[in-house]
């Protein structure tokens, strides 16, 4: 199911998560131990999700979605725009022996999805800082942390493709900086003109927190 990917850097840094050895380096966001609770959440769902793939918007090195889906059993297509995280991702599903049930799809989210195509479970971990605070954290590349002018410009996206690619009986993990964010995502899901999914549950962790929305 995975394409031919080119190896990661020699350079790469590697850490372990969720029981996965996973590289990445300077060009790509570092992956944050606090999220291995959202990858240990999606993994509990998937236990009683309906059948299908598990889609992971803006994967980044695909540790969340990996993390995830190690011990499920199920196909994991990766979205993400930057062909850095890519080779990663890629990389890294290898050296786990996940490559066979890997797809990345190297495209913006908005453009990377069939109009019938349906997840039971969906991860989405879009930048969220605000544009304006990005110089706060020179260490991380902007394109991973950009969020747009109130930091949830792709949070939105998130939620109106959660609301057309989520399966019937189904769940959508968006991991958020805060609990205000959280709410004001809330809002959006809840206001969309004929939008369907909402926001069920919010988890609040060391380092941000993560929305589940549901249909």
């Not at 240990?40 to 998937?46: C, Y």
């Not at 011990?71 to 599903?93: C, I, K, Q, S, Y």
């Amino acid at each position: 199911m995975s394409p031919a990917s080119s190896p990661a850097p020699s350079a790469a840094s590697h850490l372990t998560f969720c029981g996965l050895s996973i590289a990445y380096d300077h060009r790509v966001l570092e992956p944050r131990p606090w999220t291995e609770a959202q990858s240990a959440w999606a993994a509990e769902l998937l236990a009683e999700a309906p059948a299908g793939p598990v889609l992971e918007l803006c994967a980044g090195v695909g540790h969340i979605g990996l993390g995830a889906v190690r011990d499920a059993g199920r196909d994991l297509v990766m979205v993400d725009v930057n062909p850095v995280a890519r080779e990663f991702a890629l990389e890294n599903a290898a050296a786990n022996g996940l490559e066979s049930r890997v797809e990345f799809r190297l495209a913006r989210i908005d453009e990377a999805l069939d109009a019938g195509e349906r997840f039971p479970l969906v991860i989405a971990d879009p930048p969220w800082v605000r544009s304006a605070e990005t110089s706060r954290f020179p260490a991380d590349p902007v394109l991973a942390i950009d969020g747009g002018d109130d930091g949830l410009d792709l949070a939105r996206t998130c939620v109106d493709l959660i609301d057309g690619h989520l399966a019937e009986g189904g769940s959508a993990l968006l991991q958020l900086g805060n609990t205000a964010q959280a709410d004001l995502i809330a809002a959006y899901a809840a206001g969309r003109s004929g939008g369907a999914v909402t926001v069920a549950e919010t988890r609040v962790f060391e380092r941000g927190v993560v929305v589940r929305l549901t249909r």
